[in-house]
């Protein structure tokens, strides 16, 4: 079983451990995580706490007696591999080396470790030669680089550095470290299943090392490979699977795995935020602002994760918000590419899309690789009407990211923009085949199915009931559902979907033209079908409403007096209005 005490003595020793091998995202994730496991009340007084902090997300959570201090059902785990010290760490040459390498002076690094045998030299030694080749392939990109941004640049380190390290695995002298190393230059060589095992071999031998944990994580594409991986059974897996899952797009899973983890690591502002982006992607965003303040009155200088937080105050337009989030980060760190999506956003609810393309920009020389700002600038070039440049942008997201469903619903838009449903549906069915839980996505292709040019609206029926099966926000489904089956004919389904579409607006205490629609139609079918007591109720509410409905109930309500009574018209000339 694990304890937390063990836990903390595990994490004080890989940071220790990944330090010393350069690995210092590695390294601050395990930090954080350690900051965030309960203290003794034994040994430390409540002041040593983050319960003096007020009020705590964590806590609306759980209760006292719900957070356990070991896994649920007392878990068995995997006792945690001892890794073996090098005392090449100490020498000269390495800590020379060590200097050489902080400085990312990499190719001095790795020349002055030529001769060194100990572990820790052979990687800081190839670790240095492989930056150095990503150094190189990052200025031939930026010479090179086509009109979309691309060029065919690679890694030149990568063939002499996958003989080494297989030697190494060959003569079984390779350590977790190594693996790791290797599993990256695999991977990169297109050898994907023997990257896969090289980098399971490592996280079994050495669980500390996330950034082995998330090499990992992508190349796992498919539930199935996740599934086959043959990890053990170490606490560590379980941060992987809530990640991985997030990935999969498994949002609910991921969320359980994380809520798990947060009884163990109570106070860990990593896993709030993980938990946050798994609300998120449930479009849950009351909660995610909750917990995104939280982290921000514990962590007020934190920018990872805050341009997610802005996205949530942009679509909810809160504006103050969304001003002093953008205010607080660009005096914290206006060089960070979350810095710059945050004030894009920012520029963009304030109808500034120029100088927000701008900061996109910025957040994209400072890391090309960033999806969010390649999404984000796309949105903001359909804004602008410049389709052409949006497609470049969503294209270079897919490209990143070919799972990402928001650049592919980008692309759909920007050929329907441009007059061209059949590209448009395609990438529109791409992505609700990535997120088949999204409203919107269907609503998006139903619309394309009903254009003039394609004009299916069997198909665009079924879309628009898979949206509204999809918690349909935007309430656009009941009505189009009941347009539809109106204008082929289908009256009583037409009448199913306008009285469910009537009761959600009542439910929800909405007004509008569509109320209007509804109960006109459903006056009318109901008097065709005889049934005058539902009738005259949804004629007798019409008359609430001013225009040309109310006279058109009147003359209902006249009409169906007429016929139960058998009255004349002249006689019924002073119904009461």
């Not at 395609?426 to 394309?448: E, G, H, T």
């Not at 004629?539 to 139960?564: F, I, N, V, W």
Request: net charge negative.
């Amino acid at each position: 079983m694990v304890s937390k005490e063990s836990c903390r003595s595990e994490l004080r020793t890989a940071i220790h451990q990944l330090n010393d091998r350069c690995l210092h995202s590695a390294s601050r994730w395990a930090a954080e995580q350690l900051v965030g496991i309960e203290q003794d009340p034994a040994k430390f007084t409540p002041s040593h706490t983050r319960f003096q902090r007020g009020s705590s997300s964590i806590r609306r959570r759980f209760g006292p007696s719900d957070l356990p201090s070991t896994p649920v059902g007392g878990a068995l785990y995997v006792a945690t591999p001892v890794h073996e010290e090098d005392d090449s760490a100490d020498s000269d040459f390495y800590l020379l080396a060590k200097a050489y390498f902080d400085c990312k002076e990499y190719r001095r690094a790795a020349h002055v470790l030529r001769d060194q045998t100990g572990k820790n030299a052979f990687f800081l030694r190839c670790y240095a030669l492989y930056l150095a080749g990503e150094k190189r392939k990052e200025e031939e990109s930026i010479e090179l680089e086509g009109p979309l941004g691309k060029c065919d640049a690679v890694n030149r380190e990568l063939t002499s550095l996958e003989n080494e390290l297989s030697k190494q695995l060959k003569n079984e002298t390779i350590d977790p470290f190594g693996l790791y190393l290797y599993g990256i230059v695999l991977k990169e060589r297109g050898r994907e299943d023997l990257a896969r095992t090289v980098l399971v071999e490592s996280v079994n031998s050495y669980p500390w090392n996330w950034s082995a944990w998330s090499e990992l994580q992508s190349l796992c594409s498919t539930i199935d490979i996740l599934n086959g991986l043959g990890l053990k059974n170490h606490w560590m897996k379980d941060f992987f699977l809530g990640s991985a899952y997030q990935e999969l797009r498994m949002h609910n899973e991921s969320l359980s795995k994380y809520e798990y983890l947060q009884g163990i690591f109570r106070f860990s502002n990593h896993i709030q935020a993980q938990i946050a982006k798994a609300q998120y992607s449930l479009r849950e965003f009351e909660e995610v602002e909750v917990i995104f303040e939280e982290l921000l009155r514990n962590d007020p200088y934190r920018v990872e994760d805050m341009d997610m937080y802005s996205n949530v105050l942009y679509a909810k337009e809160v504006f103050p918000a969304l001003s002093y989030l953008a205010h607080r980060v660009f005096m914290t760190d206006k060089y960070r590419p979350e810095s710059c999506c945050i004030i894009g956003n920012y520029y963009s609810l304030k109808g500034q899309h120029e100088k927000s393309v701008m900061y996109f920009r910025r957040a994209l020389k400072l890391n090309k690789n960033y999806l969010s700002a390649w999404t984000l600038m796309g949105h903001e070039y359909v804004e602008m009407k410049n389709t052409p440049a949006a497609v470049d942008a969503y294209r270079r997201a897919v490209d990143i990211n070919s799972c990402d469903y928001r650049a592919w619903y980008g692309l759909g838009q920007a050929y329907e923009m441009m007059c061209m449903p059949y590209y448009a549906l395609y990438y529109f069915r791409k992505s609700v085949y990535l997120q088949p839980n999204d409203s919107r996505l269907w609503i998006a292709m139903a619309q394309c199915y009903e254009t003039e040019q394609l004009h299916m609206l069997e198909d665009a029926i079924k879309c628009y009931k898979r949206a509204a099966n999809c918690n349909d926000r935007e309430a656009i489904a009941l009505p189009r559902l009941a347009k539809l089956h109106s204008e082929l004919g289908r009256l009583e389904e037409a009448a199913y979907y306008y009285k469910k579409d009537l009761e959600r607006m009542e439910a929800e205490e909405r007004e509008g033209p569509n109320i209007l629609e509804a109960l006109m139609f459903l006056a009318t079918y109901c008097r065709s079908q005889k049934k005058f007591e539902e009738a005259e109720v949804y004629c007798t509410r019409l008359l609430d409403y001013k225009g040309p409905e109310k006279e058109k109930a009147k003359s209902l309500l006249r009409g169906m007096r007429t016929s139960q009574s058998g009255l004349t018209s002249t006689e019924t000339e002073h119904f009461p209005p």
